[in-house]
């Protein structure tokens, strides 16, 4: 039987559309997909995202345990109400998992990462864990709700909901920064390429913070919105755009991996200097009508091939879109295989679109 988060008979009531994903049971859309991407680019809108694991670190040998868990160097966080979006690797230099680690004190962490993954990266930082002198006390918090509220009037939207004292504070915070408060912890990420806030809550006090926000006119917004935000956005899908059988560099997530300074042994180091990369993760525009699918052959000039791993319609820009496996070299132009047709495709750098507008010239293509 699929878990449910808390927030599940809201749902229910507001008609969503309940799907099974990653072990959960959640909202697909409530009525029109199209529409809730959309109110997301244009104005605002939330999702619950109650499914996704968090672990708090806390104790001496905290700070030591992430440098060397993770390919980004949590010391790249200057003070505490910081964040750090980057990678766990695997002993060849495979990702585990990517994740954003959160500075809440001189060592004291937290960690969201995906709720596919939850049980793996559980057992795979305690074994990690056990190899480090100095013990760190990681805390699983399924205790814990959160809400991602998104788009150019989210902090409109929450000045509806929140205090003035947090507001001022909210307003204050930069991209990939927080707070905490009573109303919750308050962060300025997201997976939709839009300003927003995704807040963690005690689990019992996500109903009504769900339906305050529901009065202040934030429509819901299900799984279906959230992937073509995402893919708009360039945003990878971890078991689809990345997996253990790849390095973050051929993810288009090099610039995740801090190589400074060289004394830092973080796992999969060795590996990544030892492993020249097979491939790399570019965009793709299909130049005419058609439907881009995950798993679809790319075949680019000369006849070297790649794989489609994230690919969907873009409401935005009214074209079929993908993130794609290619071999290395440069190309603009590629082959989608569908059916048995080759579709012309261009090749482009992600994201193709961000803060409401194209970041790829559709009159090029």
Request: hydrophobic share 45%; glycine share 10%; proline share 6%.
């Amino acid at each position: 039987m699929n878990q449910r988060t808390v927030l599940y008979d809201s749902h229910v009531a507001a008609g969503g559309r309940m799907v099974p994903f990653s072990g959960w049971d959640m909202p697909l859309h409530y009525g029109s997909q199209l529409q809730e991407h959309h109110r997301v680019r244009a104005e605002v809108g939330m999702f619950d995202v109650s499914h996704m694991t968090v672990i708090d670190l806390a104790g001496p040998g905290s700070r030591a345990f992430l440098r060397r868990l993770l390919a980004n160097d949590v010391a790249r966080l200057s003070a505490p109400g910081s964040a750090l979006y980057g990678c766990m690797l695997n002993h060849e230099g495979g990702i585990l998992d990517d994740l954003i680690v959160y500075l809440r004190g001189e060592e004291r962490f937290r960690l969201v990462v995906n709720a596919a993954t939850r049980d793996s990266d559980l057992s795979w930082m305690r074994a990690r864990l056990a190899e480090m002198p100095d013990a760190a006390q990681l805390t699983h918090r399924p205790d814990l709700a959160m809400l991602a509220v998104q788009g150019p009037m989210a902090e409109l939207a929450l000045a509806k909901v929140f205090s003035a004292e947090t507001m001022s504070a909210v307003h204050a915070l930069s991209a990939f920064q927080f707070i905490e408060r009573p109303e919750g912890f308050i962060a300025r990420t997201g997976y939709t390429g839009e300003d927003g806030f995704e807040i963690l809550l005690p689990a019992q006090a996500a109903p009504a913070l769900w339906r305050a926000l529901l009065t202040a006119g934030v429509p819901p917004c299900g799984l279906g919105a959230r992937d073509t935000l995402r893919l708009e956005a360039g945003l990878s899908l971890y078991g689809t755009d990345l997996d253990a059988d790849h390095t973050p560099q051929e993810c288009g997530l090099g610039w995740t991996v801090a190589l400074a300074p060289e004394g830092r042994d973080f796992i999969g180091r060795a590996a990544l200097a030892a492993r020249t990369p097979r491939c790399r993760q570019v965009g793709l525009v299909l130049q005419g009508r058609g439907v881009l699918r995950n798993g679809l052959t790319v075949r680019l000039p000369g006849g070297a091939e790649g794989r489609i791993t994230s690919g969907g319609f873009s409401p935005t820009l009214q074209r079929a879109i993908a993130l794609a496996r290619v071999p290395l070299g440069p190309a603009s132009l590629c082959e989608v295989l569908l059916r048995g047709q080759a579709l012309p495709a261009r090749v482009v750098k992600p994201p193709f679109v961000r803060h409401g507008l194209a970041c790829v010239d559709l009159n090029s293509l």
